[in-house]
């Protein structure tokens, strides 16, 4: 974490806003600018006492460290004797069983002393308040694998800056499916998303709770759902902020930024840090899609619409292809923005039951069902899914608007998708 105080902005004055805020330090939403100023400072060096460090406003390696569990959103516990998960409970003002679900190898009734445990707070982990970046998904999906045990992560492989490639697993079913977000740097919101949803779909299994009046347990119990939140980490790191102006990458994706004047930097970009539009990268009619995208005057990597060198030529459109293929998922959702359509079709290919789900999902959501296209119809993970599988596979095309949409549509954007991703799910797993 960077150490920053008085007058910073960006990324990490974010992540510090938003901390303050979950802790009780920052009393508005509003406040959360990205600007460190008065009213921050003011709320660290209150911070810093109650804590009892030493109140300089400065914000280093020990005040992150007792920030972070509220970007996590939780902290770890040690016994000691006396204990009870009521006393811890009450002491970090969260429930009893809350404790036991993120510790299900701990006997509430033999608690050993010394021993850790994790104490998960109350509020949720993903936060729609502060824009995405690789940080904060790392701290959120930390945060929803420790809070909800019976969650699995893991990394499928590495963007060109080396950030990881996230997986989440979550379910028991036979079925496999598999959720992605944010191919597209601009499109970031995609992610919380995707994110909030698996953070509400754990809640609603850990407590036996329907989710968009499906059953949760039930449904884990048919599918195997991988979460694939931010396929596109330097790209949205760009758009966001943490990738900062005047660092070697930044410099670098402005310079292939000045090929295309007219598309606004950094928030038109759509491409990896490479400057390849990775959802033009997959070999399904890359060729035609290449011609396309030539003829349209994009030639070279940029912020948006380059097809790569070659097919699969950006290690996150690979890790894409390999953990796909590894899976043989049963059914494939890609979120985009914007829109409010699904595509359901590539190249006339229509997957059995892939009309039947789609109109289903268009009902849920409110979203048109439509063919793609045919200017955007070709290369995309949609497309090399269905070509390779013949198995539904979509591009939820989410919210209306200018990407990239602000976060003021997130709660809407979340509504329609919640009951799209249940019926997904519970659609995908019928014969
Ligand atoms: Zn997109």
């Not at 970046?133 to 492989?157: E, P, T, W």
């Not at 048919?222 to 330097?234: A, E, G, K, M, S």
């Amino acid at each position: 974490m960077e150490t920053i105080s008085y007058g910073s902005q960006g990324a990490y004055v974010t992540a510090l806003q938003l901390a303050l805020y979950r802790a009780g330090f920052l009393a508005q939403q509003t406040e959360i600018d990205g600007i460190f100023g008065m009213n921050t400072q003011n709320a660290v060096l209150r911070f810093q006492r109650f804590y009892r460090l030493v109140p300089d406003g400065i914000v280093g390696p020990e005040t992150w460290n007792l920030l972070v569990p509220f970007l996590t959103g939780y902290t770890t516990h040690t016994i000691v004797s006396g204990d009870t998960f009521y006393k811890i409970a009450k002491q970090y003002g969260t429930t009893p069983a809350a404790i036991a679900i993120s510790n299900p190898a701990v006997n509430p009734y033999n608690l050993v002393i010394g021993r850790s445990l994790v104490v998960p707070f109350l509020i949720p982990v993903v936060s729609a308040l502060v824009p995405m970046n690789s940080m904060l998904c790392a701290f959120y999906i930390d945060g929803l694998v420790k809070r909800y045990a019976f969650l699995r992560s893991s990394i499928i492989g590495q963007s060109v800056l080396g950030r990881p490639l996230w997986r989440v697993r979550i379910g028991q079913g036979d079925v496999k499916m598999a959720y992605n977000a944010a191919h597209h740097a601009n499109e970031w919101i995609t992610t919380l998303v995707v994110l909030r949803y698996l953070e509400n779909l754990a809640k609603s299994y850990a407590y036996g709770e329907n989710i968009a009046q499906r059953a949760a347990q039930e449904l884990l119990s048919r599918v195997t759902l991988d979460f694939i939140p931010l396929v596109n980490p330097d790209g949205v790191d760009l758009v966001t902020g943490f990738i900062a102006p005047g660092t070697r990458p930044y410099q670098n994706a402005q310079i292939l930024a000045t090929n295309y004047p007219a598309i606004p930097f950094p928030a038109g970009w759509k491409a990896n840090i490479a400057g390849t539009d990775l959802n033009l990268n997959y070999p399904a009619s890359w060729e035609l899609a290449r011609d396309i995208k030539y003829a349209q005057g994009y030639t070279m990597p940029g912020p948006r619409d380059f097809v790569g060198p070659y097919p699969l030529s950006e290690p996150e459109s690979r890790a894409m292809v390999n953990i796909t293929n590894q899976n043989g998922y049963q059914l494939t959702l890609s979120y985009h923005t914007q829109g409010e359509v699904i595509f359901w079709k590539y190249d006339g290919l229509e997957p059995p039951r892939a009309l039947e789900i789609g109109r289903r999902l268009a009902a849920v959501s409110g979203y048109a069902l439509e063919e793609t296209p045919p200017e955007s119809a070709n290369a995309g993970y949609k497309d090399w899914y269905i070509l390779n599988f013949n198995k539904p596979g979509y591009t939820i095309e989410a919210g209306l608007g200018v990407n990239p949409l602000p976060l003021s549509q997130f709660e809407a954007i979340y509504q329609d998708n919640e009951p799209l991703m249940t019926e997904a799910a519970w659609l995908g797993t019928e014969k």
